[in-house]
């Protein structure tokens, strides 16, 4: 089993920041990506940060300078430091992490988070 707890989403006024973190744990033999993604209402899951193993990361075009991602390996967590951020930014945002489980004889599986509410409002 494993579980991908999220939190730090909350209500933030444009131009505030935020710092989304989650956490991994169960039966992790490793893990290889971890990622961030949002959705809003009626729209479907999107990419936000990627961040590899090695700490190679990637971003959306609209996020650029804004966020940062980062992870600890050892601790296995992800963070999504969010500044600058914009009213276009509100979306529920869901931790991804790709997993090689004890037993699974070294397979990839995609887990997810709950999803925590990020608000940019005035």
């Known amino acids: 089993q494993v579980q991908l707890v999220e939190s730090g989403g909350g209500l933030v006024q444009p131009g505030g920041s935020l710092r989304l973190s989650c956490a991994a744990s169960g039966s992790i033999f490793s893990i290889s990506n971890m990622g961030w993604y949002r959705q809003v209402p009626g729209k479907e899951r999107k990419l936000v940060a990627v961040i590899s193993s090695a700490y190679i990361t990637n971003y959306v075009d609209s996020v650029k300078g804004r966020f940062t991602i980062d992870r600890n390996n050892s601790k296995k967590t992800v963070l999504l430091q969010m500044n600058s951020l914009k009213p276009e930014d509100t979306a529920v945002y869901y931790c991804?992490?790709?997993?090689?489980?004890?037993?699974?004889?070294?397979?990839?599986?995609?887990?997810w988070g709950q999803g925590t509410q990020v608000t940019v409002s005035s």
């Open positions: 991804n992490a790709e997993i090689t489980t004890y037993g699974s004889g070294g397979g990839l599986q995609s887990y």
